[in-house]
């Protein structure tokens, strides 16, 4: 790869140290610009700006073309903060706006829309930065190849780097070309950089986890460091890998974080879920915005996690985040929305802090005394200045044995108090929501349903997981397995990428194991075979996050590194192993392997970061159980199993002999097989003696 030119020093200082027409439209707003004829609600935030903002599209680059202007592409969402801030200090000033009409054309992209284009812009920033962020602004030639990218820039910086841009644009156009060249070749080539194609073992499970291990924050829970993300599939592999090597020390770190996290300033207290990220190390003050694709993994890892210990704050969770999401993200037609913003009223978390006064204004004195004592009320505030987050570190049973109280009374009191703080918070102006259907975010929250029915049982997750994806296979999904990405308003809109592929196939396959209704592995393996045939690099043999037909940007890009949601790539290899042992379709399988083996080098190197890829070397390295559950009691069965954390068991089963694996096995009663590498052990009709048969032990 070529050496990026530094375009000019005083850019990267900018970032260190971090307009209408002429005649605009006339209404009862000022300003008025092309974003007024968009839908999503982070667009629409800017559609008065005094800024003359274009959607990505045919029209905003030939405009750039037609009048030899360079691009800015500004990239954030409805719930960012800082993009709050920016469109506030920068996009809504006149000034501002004006050394943005008169010397570029200026693009405002919905990252959770178009992730293919943050995906590119996000990918120039770290080139150059070595980090990235949102909002994310990228300066770009007019055919849209960026030759500078950066996050956040107050108001004086971003006008200053506008106008030395300008110049140079004006003055060196060869160089910001040259950069150009450097850039787009960075990004097409970076993936190679990954991927290992002479690598033929799959082994080294255990040494994923010692290297995992030393990122592991023992004081405070999570990864070390600030900020701190829940991130789920990071303690799903741990969870799995105390299972798999019967590790105390990995189920405690598990453990031990997720009780930290319920306890903490990132889950709301009173109204149940997750916020994005906490800002701190031990998990106090949260980054406020809530978003549902981390929601939907967590109702997963809290559900596996009560599996195997049923501890009732972690089933806690699960009810309340599954009520947080069913009441304030979920529409009509059982559509999930995108997310709660992190701002109400202009300010960061308004919503969710208090005032000393103004909660022992609501509870009477022993409820107060109570909360003040478990939450670490002040007077001053126990954030900022007189503002209290709800938060705590030791468990309410644990508080009340510490303070020799009954726990039963003191469990009441405190539901009781924080029931009367819930009705109150109703009367506040609520944050704003991104009322946008999201094809892959909405799978993540049907695994999750999933993960919470077999955990409990409660026909409430089951029918919420069916409704959703009656809803998504009923608007998103085409006869011939293509996939449209947006829902809003009743208008189906942007093809889908390859996490909403990949996420959708699985979500659907979790739903088949639970239910046993062939028809959701039928639109599993339907969508999967497009994926493959529509995806798929022919080089390298892993997955392009646009649809191969799709040029419309200047360089393709793979979701390769797992982050708080699952690189696709690594959801499509795990995908291609299930559906491989399911469907006896042994391709499936090598192209898993292939997958896991072409990455290895990187997963051995940074295994917190390629974490569902080490899920995947789990399961082949130890194996997986095909459990066929065959007769008229085959679903009662499964769900029996299903309550016990079994990671390494894929189901089948049924009263009709629709797959390899029951193909012969129909009999009078219900019958369990489990099998493993093609050879099944003696039948049983008894869960408790087919769980014996996985787990080679007595319970």
Request: charged letters at 25%.
């Amino acid at each position: 790869m070529k050496k990026i030119t530094i375009i000019l020093l005083a850019l990267h200082l900018l970032i260190m140290n971090a307009c209408a027409d002429e005649n605009p439209k006339q209404n009862k707003h000022m300003y008025t610009n092309k974003l007024i004829e968009e839908s999503s609600p982070y667009l629409l935030e800017h559609a008065h700006n005094p800024v003359n903002w274009y959607p990505w599209g045919k029209e905003a680059l030939d405009k750039a073309k037609r009048e030899k202007k360079p691009i800015i592409v500004s990239i954030g969402y409805a719930a960012c903060h800082w993009c709050h801030v920016m469109e506030r200090e920068s996009f809504s000033d006149p000034a501002v706006a004006r050394v943005m009409n008169e010397n570029f054309v200026a693009i405002k992209v919905d990252r959770e829309e178009r992730p293919d284009i943050d995906n590119l812009y996000m990918a120039a920033s770290i080139l150059q930065n070595g980090r990235g962020g949102w909002p994310l602004n990228a300066f770009a030639l007019p055919d849209g190849r960026p030759f500078f990218a950066g996050t956040y820039f107050p108001k004086e910086n971003w006008v200053g780097l506008m106008e030395q841009i300008s110049h140079l644009y004006k003055n060196d156009y060869e160089k910001l070309v040259k950069n150009a060249e450097a850039i787009n070749e960075g990004i097409a080539t970076q993936n190679l950089d990954f991927l290992n194609d002479k690598h033929t073992e799959i082994n080294g499970y255990e040494d994923f986890y010692e290297t995992m291990h030393n990122r592991i924050d023992e004081q405070f829970g999570g990864l070390t460091g600030a900020p701190k993300f829940p991130m789920p599939s990071v303690w799903d592999f741990l969870l799995q890998y105390s299972y798999l090597k019967r590790s105390e020390s990995a189920y405690d770190n598990v453990m031990f974080t997720l009780e930290r996290i319920a306890l903490s300033g990132t889950y709301d207290q009173l109204g149940g879920g997750f916020a994005r990220y906490a800002t701190d190390m031990n998990w106090k003050i949260p980054h406020f915005e809530k978003m549902l694709y981390d929601n939907g993994q967590l109702i997963s890892t809290y559900s596996n996690a009560y599996k195997t210990e049923h501890y009732e704050v972690f089933k806690d969770i699960v009810y309340q985040t599954v009520d947080f999401l069913e009441r304030e993200l979920m529409n009509d037609k059982f559509g999930f929305y995108s997310s709660l913003n992190a701002d109400s009223e202009g300010e960061e978390g308004k919503f969710y802090v208090w005032g000393y006064s103004e909660i022992k204004s609501i509870l009477i004195q022993e409820e107060f005394d109570l909360v003040e004592d478990y939450y670490g009320l002040t007077e001053d505030g126990n954030w900022e200045e007189e503002k209290n987050i709800l938060h705590t570190k030791i468990t309410l049973e644990n508080y009340a044995l510490k303070n020799e109280l009954d726990y039963s009374d003191t469990n009441k009191l405190l539901n009781t108090a924080k029931s009367k703080l819930f009705e109150a918070r109703k009367s506040k102006i609520r944050p704003s929501l991104d009322d946008k259907v999201i094809t892959s975010w909405n799978a993540l929250m049907i695994s999750g349903l999933c993960d919470a029915y077999s955990a409990f049982s409660d026909e409430r997750f089951l029918v919420l997981a069916l409704k959703n994806a009656e809803f998504l296979t009923g608007n998103m999904l085409s006869k011939d397995g293509s996939l449209k990405r947006i829902y809003k308003e009743g208008k189906v809109t942007i093809p889908a990428f390859l996490d909403d592929y990949t996420l959708l196939a699985k979500a659907l396959l979790d739903l088949y194991q639970i239910t046993f209704d062939k028809k959701w592995l039928d639109y599993s393996a339907k969508i999967t075979e497009y994926t493959i045939n529509n995806f798929e690099d022919s080089k390298t043999k892993f997955y392009h996050y646009t649809h191969s037909e799709d040029n419309e940007l200047s360089a393709k890009t793979m979701e390769l590194q797992d982050n708080v949601i699952p690189a696709s790539n690594s959801v499509m290899a795990n995908l291609l192993f299930d559906l491989g042992h399911i469907l006896y379709k042994e391709e499936y399988i090598e192209k898993a392997k292939k997958l896991l083996m072409g990455i290895s080098v990187a997963v051995r190197q940074s295994p917190t970061y390629h974490s569902n890829w080490a899920l995947l070397q789990g399961k082949i390295e130890r194996g997986v159980y095909e459990v066929a559950i065959v007769g008229k009691d085959a679903i009662k069965l499964a769900n029996e199993m299903q309550k016990q954390y079994l990671p390494n068991c894929l189901y089948v089963g049924g009263t009709d002999e629709n797959l390899p694996l029951l193909k012969g096995r129909l009999t009078t009663g219900t019958t369990i097989y489990v099998c493993k590498d093609k050879v099944c052990n003696l039948p049983t009709t008894e869960v408790e003696s087919a769980i014996k048969q996985v787990i080679g032990t007595e319970k």
